[in-house]
Structures are given as structure tokens and as C-alpha cells.
């Protein structure tokens, strides 16, 4: 698990692609209770949010420890971009 947070962490988009072909859980939760999904809108990394909400396994509702999901992360940062991947993704 650690590998794949620092994977996330650094937004190798190819990377996640093909650990998520491979099978690696999308939701589970780091120290601060933070999904994937959720450390990826909070360092910003447009393309790895993509991969991620699109997934249809992705649980897009997931809280941390601070009960905030992907999009209020996303919002409060200020990520525009990820924030309409993420509503679009959620459709």
C-alpha cells in the first residue's frame, strides 16, 4: 500500500492505470483516512483524478478523517479542473 500511495502522491498517471488493471484496491484509506481518490485532488493531479473517478469500483462518496470527500478537497485547494472531472465523473 505504501508503494501505491507514493505512486499517487507523484501523479504517474500510467503508473495507477496499471495498478488498477492489476487489481489494487481503490478504497482504502491512508494515515489521515484519505482515499486515492482523495490524495489525488489534494496534490492536484488531473489525469491520475481521471483514471481513478472513472473506475467503476471508485466509491466517490469517501470521507477522511476530517469528513471530506474528493470534490470538498478539490474545492477548498481550488483545483477547477479536477473539481468538473469529479462532478462529471459522479454523473
Request: net charge negative; glycine share 6%.
Amino acid at each position: 500500500m505504501v508503494i501505491a500511495v507514493c505512486i499517487i502522491q507523484a501523479g504517474h498517471t500510467h503508473v495507477v492505470s496499471t495498478l488498477l488493471a492489476a487489481g489494487c484496491g481503490l478504497n482504502r484509506a491512508d494515515l489521515v483516512g484519505a482515499s486515492p481518490l482523495i490524495t489525488c485532488a489534494r496534490q492536484g493531479h488531473v489525469d491520475t483524478t481521471r483514471v481513478i473517478a472513472e473506475h467503476p469500483d471508485v466509491d466517490m462518496e469517501w470521507t477522511d478523517n476530517e469528513r471530506r470527500t474528493a470534490l470538498i478537497v478539490a474545492t477548498q485547494l481550488n483545483h477547477r479542473d479536477i473539481v468538473e472531472r469529479l462532478i462529471t465523473a459522479g454523473q
